[in-house]
């Protein structure tokens, strides 16, 4: 098994930047791609990031140019580092880890306000 948790969530204004951690631990080896989902309020979870255990990474659309999503093995932690954040980028962002086994391990979520 695999447990995720997250941090760095929080509130911050139009324009700025917020990093979201998230550290496995159990049998991680049997994890091949990590990723960030949000879910918005009356919206439905959509994946944010992704990257595999080979490196090649994935972004929505609307976060591409913004959002970067990047690991340290060493401390089995990976990384979403979003930059100029707007007011619909307000979600809960849980952090995935899709395993080999073809199940989905789940963090509990951290909430991300951007608000002036």
């Known amino acids: 098994q695999v447990q995720l948790v997250e941090s760095g969530g929080g509130l911050v204004q139009p324009g700025g930047s917020l990093r979201l951690s998230c550290t496995a631990s159990?049998?991680?080896?049997?994890?091949?791609?990590m990723g960030w989902y949000r879910q918005a309020p009356g919206k439905q979870r959509e994946l944010v990031a992704s990257?595999?255990?080979?490196?090649?990474?994935n972004y929505v659309d609307s976060v591409k140019g913004r959002f970067t999503i990047s690991r340290d093995n060493a401390k089995n932690t990976v990384y979403l580092q979003m930059n100029s954040l707007k007011p619909e980028d307000t979600a809960v962002y849980y952090c995935?880890?899709?395993?080999?086994?073809?199940?989905?391990?789940w963090g509990q979520g951290t909430l991300v306000t951007v608000s002036s």
């Open positions: 995935n880890a899709g395993l080999l086994s073809g199940s989905d391990a």
């Open positions: 159990g049998i991680v080896f049997s994890i091949h791609a």
């Open positions: 990257l595999t255990r080979s490196g090649s990474s």
